[in-house]
C-alpha cells in the first residue's frame, strides 16, 4: 500500500478524507499533520484529533500540529457556516480527544520524506503553508517524496471564496506558489473536479443510518449537505479533500492535464489564483491538473469506504 502523510485543517471534508483514507487498504497513513485553515490551529489540530478517536486508530498514530497561519500573510480564518461551529460542526464527540504528539509539523514531514526516499506521497488538504516550509527549512525533503497531491484551486472552474480563487490557495498564495513551483511532482484536485463529483444526500442519510464512526459521518455530511443547501439550493454537496484522497485509492477516477502552474499573489482581484499553464508541449510538466471526474465512481467508492467504520 502506498505510504501517505496527510496536512489538513478539519473541516468537515477533511475529517471525511481522514476517514477515507483509514479504511482504505490502498494507503497507508503513516501521519497526520495540521494547519490553520478551516479554523484556527488548536480547533483543527482538536478536530484531527477526534476524528482519529472516532476511526479508532492507533494510539501511536502520529498527530502533529504545525503552522498557526500562512508564511508571508496574516491569518484569515474561513467562515464559520459552512464548517459549523469550531470547525467539525455536527460531532459531539463524547470526552476529550488524545493528545497531539510533541514537535512541529514541518520537521515531522521532513522526517517521514527522508526516512522513505522516493516512496512517501504528501496529502495536503488545507493551506499550503506547511508544505512551503517544509520545502523552505528541509531543502533535502521535497526531492524525496513520491508526489505532493493538492486540494486546492480552480483552474478552469469559479473559485469559492472570490471569483478568482479557491480557499486553499487563497488562504496562503505565497505558499502555493512555492509548491507548485517547487518541481516536486504535484497534483492538484481543485474545485474543477471537486464541483463536479457532488455526494447527494440520499448518501449522507444513507451512511448517517449506520453504526458508530460511519454514522457519525453521515451526521457531519448531512449537516454540510444542509448548510450548502441554505446556500446554493443543491441537496449535494463537494466533499473536496475526501476527492483529493479518492484519487489516490482509485488511480481511474481522475483525468488529468499535464504541465506547470503558479499561484497569483499580487493581483488585486485574483489573489490566489491558480494559472495552469497546459499548453503542449510545456518546458516543465511537474504538474498534474484533475480535469474530469466520474462522479458515480467517486460517491460510491466514498460511500462504501466510509461504510467499513459500521465497525
Ligand atoms: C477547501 O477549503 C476548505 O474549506 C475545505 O476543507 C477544502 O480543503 C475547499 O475550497
Ligand atoms: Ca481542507
Sequence with gaps: SLPVVIDCDPGVDDAIALLLALASPELEVR?????????????????????????????????????????ARPARIADEPMHGAGGLGGLAPAGPP?????????????????????????????????????????????????EIVVMGGAAFAQGNITPA???NFYADPEAARCVLESGVPVRVVGLDVTRAALLPLQAAEHLAGLAGAAGAAGELLRGFVERYRERFGVA???????????????????????????????GEVTRGALVADLRT????????????????????LLTERLARHAG
Design 236 to 266: 449535494a454537496v463537494p466533499v473536496h479533500d475526501a476527492l483529493a484522497l479518492a484519487g489516490l485509492i482509485d488511480p481511474g477516477l481522475l483525468e488529468y492535464g499535464h504541465g506547470s502552474a503558479t499561484v497569483e499573489c499580487a
Design 31 to 71: 501521519g497526520v499533520t495540521t494547519v490553520a485553515g478551516n479554523a484556527a490551529l488548536a480547533d483543527v489540530t482538536r478536530n484531527a484529533a477526534h476524528v482519529l478517536d472516532l476511526a479508532g486508530a492507533p494510539a501511536g498514530l502520529p498527530l502533529v500540529a504545525g503552522l498557526a497561519g500562512p508564511i
Design 165 to 167: 480563487a479557491e480557499f
Design 98 to 146: 488524545r493528545a497531539p504528539g510533541p514537535g512541529h509539523a514541518v520537521d515531522f514531514l521532513a522526517e517521514q520524506a527522508l526516512a522513505a526516499p522516493g516512496a512517501l506521497t504528501l496529502v495536503a488538504i488545507g493551506p499550503l503553508s506547511n508544505v512551503a516550509a517544509l520545502l523552505a527549512r528541509h531543502p533535502q525533503a521535497g526531492p524525496a517524496l513520491r
Design 281 to 300: 508541449p510545456g518546458r516543465s510538466r511537474t504538474v498534474r491538473i484533475a480535469r474530469s471526474v466520474d462522479a458515480d465512481r467517486f460517491t460510491a
